[in-house]
């Protein structure tokens, strides 16, 4: 074998065999059991030539397939002129170095195809960073199997300062070279997220915010552009998406929320990666709402369901309101019978999955129904209220503007009521702005956070009714009486 076909994972135009081990509990797809695998080889642009399939109750220890199946792999791999295996199993380091030893070509595992791909994608510099990172973790405990340089370095090699001069092994050599980027990479990659995270929290806090997951190649990129002013890239390919990208959606009512576009989901994603690019599911972690986008036209739709349930319960976004959305929904009349025998029909989901909302980003089929439903969880049921600002506060004016429809105005020297058509939860919304104001003649916050009679009457006396003040400065009296005591 040519010792140079580990310098590098791409696969690109390169004719490829896949092989997969299905064990016991396996959630390989019966019908189509590389289907996934061959996708996310084309993704990476590799040329399925053949497939090699197998039962297993436990893996062959070292080389994960048996005997007679790596004779079969090594005459496919003559016949077929494949340049690449790859597996749809992780394979340990030893594996590797065992079947390219045997089959004479590069063989890769699941993992290491994802990678591939994610680094070919990588746009932003937080998304290279993940990569990177993600790659010299899969790469550290592969040294050896991956690389045949292991003489002896001399005395006079340029080794640098630091090392143990000679003696030593080109392998301990790329070791510390890798933990030195990791270390590197990591500390980049922690202010870029820093940064990151403060931008998040800040849009969270003016604005409500939706974050669009699911399965990759769900359709979210393409439900992204048609509900905003679009732009995201779309393509039928696995991870089209790798950058998060945020518009605002209007839905409606003087409504309007931010919404995010996230990175896909799939089975079996390389921890690494699952570590790595949690940072890119910030936005979908501490959104206010989540929409969870499934191709209903994909006869894998419930594995892939429970997937994208487990990466967000893995990740922490497992405390918003969630809506399914059954995407694709008219690409299901247009598939042969036999094809539909193993999907589940609208009516069976609806059994399954209460409240799903059936639609065709495509098509627009069910967007309407998706702007009311998330309407309505914004808003909180909306209905017509007085609401009393301080006129200094016009940061909590600007966003009531903006966020509700406001029928009337009525303006004093040092505050403002706005009629407005505002909901509960809209007014929730607002109270961690931290600025006062009533609503009704109520303050709206709770009573250890709301600021005191003598400050609402030096900051506007008209803010609410004569009651409401008296009762708080009863409570307040009696507050001050009990601590005199």
Known sequence: MNTNTREGIEVQAEPAILVGVRLPGSRMDFQSPLGELGALAETAGARVVGELLQNR?????????GKGKVAELVTMTAELGARVVIFDNELSPRQIQSLEKEVKVKVIDRSELILDIFANRATTREAQLQVE????????????????????????????????????????????????????????????????????????????????????????????NAITTGGAYTADKLFATLATRVERWNIGGANAVLLSDTVGFIRDLPHHLVASFRATLEDAIHAHALLIVLDASDREAPLQLETVREVLDDVGANTQPRFLLLNKIDRIPTLPFEARQ????????????????????????????????????????????????????????????????????????????????????????????????????????????????????????????????????????????????
């Open 57 to 65: 109750a436990v893996p062959a220890g070292k080389t994960y397939i």
């Open 133 to 224: 990172i993600a790659q010299l973790q899969y790469t550290a405990p592969r040294l050896r199997a991956m690389w045949s340089h292991l003489g002896q370095v001399t005395g006079g090699a340029p080794v640098g300062v630091g090392t143990r001069g000679p003696g030593e092994q080109q392998l301990e050599i790329d070791r510390r070279i890798v933990a030195r980027r990791l270390v590197a990479f990591k500390r980049e990659l922690e202010e870029v997220q820093a940064r990151k995270a403060r931008e998040v929290e800040m849009r969270r806090a003016e604005h409500f915010t939706v974050g669009i997951v699911g399965y990759t190649n769900a359709g979210k990129s393409t439900l992204f």
């Open 342 to 485: 193993s999907l589940r029909t609208l009516a069976e989901w609806e059994e399954h999955e209460p409240g799903a909302i059936a639609m065709s980003a495509l098509t627009g089929a069910g967007l309407e129904d998706l702007r009311a439903r998330v309407r309505d969880l914004v808003t909180g049921g909306p209905r017509r209220r007085s609401i009393r600002i301080p006129i200094a506060n016009a940061r909590l004016i600007d966003v009531i503007e903006k966020r509700c429809t406001v029928v009337d105005r009525n303006y004093t020297d040092i505050d403002v009521e706005l009629i407005a058509e505002i909901g509960d939860r809209q007014i929730e919304a607002l109270l961690p702005l931290g600025e006062a104001f009533l609503v009704d003649g109520v303050d709206p916050r709770p009573k250890q956070a709301s600021w005191g009679v003598r400050d609402a009457r030096r900051r506007s006396p008209h803010l609410a009714a004569p009651a409401a003040l008296d009762a708080l400065a009863a409570d307040t009296q009696s507050a001050e009486t009990t601590d005199d005591e």
